[in-house]
């Protein structure tokens, strides 16, 4: 699970607090489920247990105390590993690329390296399961197939428009 | 030279650094690939990204502006446009993704075409022909004209007319492209069977990820040249 990650990708941008991340983390992933305020602070300190993040300062004033968060030098090795590796494909992987891409964008990293890595993954699924497909001795065999096949494919479709955009704003960028 | 794949040494055909233009269109732009014998190879890539123009520069009918295209360790780009015809007609064969039949011809005439070119007898023509479209499930088209047939069949027609001559290279250009799913299945299943079974090497472009999944291996194009994120551009 990586709402971790992504926090800890917020938080590569500059020490921030509870609240700041789970609105920085919803207006980053709009698809997504917006984060419980619950989920926020069990994952910080989780994180702060594991050494990925330290306490900046406590922030007093009129309302209730405050945390600030900011990440450490485990938490950007950490960071910096998931954004490198590709997902394993499979039915729940999706999610994830969405994160790690849309994370990897945001602290100015070039993505391309992560979606090709992801694509030939993808791909090399797709062609086991296409074999297996091809192998399969009735048609309930082939349906069941089908399915992981055409979600596997609407993965691939997404990976392929997000390295189109990706290059079209390198391009803009030129 | 720096190698697209692991095949090396023992690639049957090798694109090395191709550029193309249509006018103002530059569709290849360095372009390099290697195809090992009986290896089935998927060019993808966005559109406009160069595939069809690779495919068809490797299959001998367009003349790359610069670079080299080596087929069986000689050149092909820089042979005379007749010598290449020629090797073109025995070694290649090609599928679009219309079938391109001629209307007139019924289906098996359609696939004796290729070797009535190569002087053939039109007994022994029509027999082979008639040989070639029985193993492509396609025995009962033989008299069928292509207005009467289908997508799939007609593309079953097209691949016999490709593999009639004993190929060492099928190149395919969206050979699903205007088929349904299924059919497009039966279709790629009928290609790469049967070109393991005669040990044809098989090029196929494709924008489909399940087409592109029948291949052994991916060559993914952009802007003209093959797709490599190492490289900051």
Known sequence: MSTAHVLLGVLAGG???GYD??????????????LAYGQVYATLARLERDGQVEVAATEGGSGPERTVYAISEVGEEVLLDWLATPEQPGPYAAEELVRKTVTALRLHRDARPFLAAQRAL????MRALVAEQRAAPDVEARIALDHTIVHL????RWLDDAAARVADEGNALR | MTSTDGSGATA???AHALHKSFGRTEALRGASVEVAAGEVVALTGPSGSGKSTLLLCLAGVLRPEAGSVAYDGSRLDDLPEATRTRLRRREFGLVLQFGQLVPELSAVQNVMVPLLLERHGRAAARTAAL???????AAGLADALPGDLSGGESQRVAMARALVTGPSVVFADEPTGS?????GEDVMEVLVST??????????????NRVAAYADREVVLRDGAVDDPAVVR
Do not use: C, F, M
């Open chain 1, 15 to 17: 020490p921030a607090h």
């Open chain 1, 21 to 34: 991340l789970k609105r920085e983390h919803d207006a980053r992933l709009p698809g997504a489920k917006p």
């Open chain 1, 122 to 125: 993808h791909l090399e699924r």
């Open chain 1, 153 to 156: 494919d609407a993965d691939l």
């Open chain 2, 12 to 14: 049957l055909l090798r």
């Open chain 2, 131 to 137: 040989a070639w479209l029985d193993r492509l499930g």
């Open chain 2, 179 to 183: 088929l349904d799913r299924v059919s």
């Open chain 2, 195 to 208: 070109a393991q079974s005669t040990g044809a090497a098989v090029v196929l472009v494709t924008h489909d």
